[in-house]
């Protein structure tokens, strides 16, 4: 009688949410784009409250996007991030920290509510940025995204 979690409703979202509860800023960095591309990709723009510390400038640049998702309807099906790379610089503490990662994402097609596409988004190519991140409530949380030249 235990449930694993493989449901069409919880899995990724499950799997994602344990993955950004990590103490180590590595893996919860994982978790947490896992996550943002949930939020995007399905509709469900309130993981994006799981990501970002509020009040954060990572909080307000992903609260422009789903401000128009949620008032259009639409998703970004179809899309996800991918992060290599990912290496600590020095000077964490318990309560920041900074990650650099190597970023990129997939095309997307965004989708309104009845399924029919309404517009396109092409794959990103891969950029250095480097991730503030701060803890909230015991867990980490994207606070800023830099851009590493």
Same mark, same amino acid.
């Given at each position: !009688?235990?449930?694993?979690?493989? =449901?069409?409703? =919880?899995?990724?979202?499950?799997?994602?949410?344990?993955q950004a509860?990590?103490?180590?800023?590595?893996?919860?960095?994982?978790?947490?784009?896992?996550?943002?591309?949930?939020?995007?990709?399905?509709?469900?723009?309130?993981?994006?409250?799981? @990501?970002?510390?509020?009040?954060?400038?990572?909080?307000?640049?992903?609260?422009?996007?789903?401000?128009?998702?949620?008032?259009? =309807?639409? @998703?970004?099906?179809?899309?996800?991030?991918? &992060?290599?790379? &990912?290496? !600590?610089?020095?000077?964490?503490?318990?309560?920041?920290? &900074?990650?650099?990662?190597?970023?990129?994402s997939s095309?997307?097609?965004?989708?309104?509510?009845?399924?029919? @596409?309404?517009?396109? =988004?092409?794959?990103?190519?891969?950029?250095?940025?480097?991730?503030? &991140?701060?803890?909230?409530?015991?867990?980490?949380?994207?606070?800023?995204?830099?851009?590493?030249?």
């Open positions: !009688m235990t449930n694993s979690g493989g =449901g069409n409703s =919880g899995g990724p979202v499950a799997a994602a949410r344990q509860r990590a103490s180590d800023p590595l893996q919860a960095v994982q978790g947490l784009a896992a996550l943002r591309d949930l939020a995007f990709s399905t509709g469900d723009l309130g993981l994006l409250d799981e @990501v970002n510390a509020e009040g954060s400038p990572a909080a307000a640049a992903d609260g422009r996007t789903s401000e128009r998702l949620r008032s259009s =309807g639409h @998703v970004l099906a179809g899309f996800s991030s991918t &992060l290599a790379e &990912l290496r !600590m610089e020095d000077g964490a503490t318990a309560s920041r920290a &900074l990650v650099q990662v190597r970023s990129s095309a997307y097609e965004e989708k309104d509510a009845g399924g029919s @596409v309404v517009g396109a =988004g092409p794959a990103t190519t891969s950029r250095q940025l480097r991730l503030v &991140l701060v803890a909230v409530d015991g867990t980490w949380r994207i606070s800023e995204i830099l851009p590493r030249d």
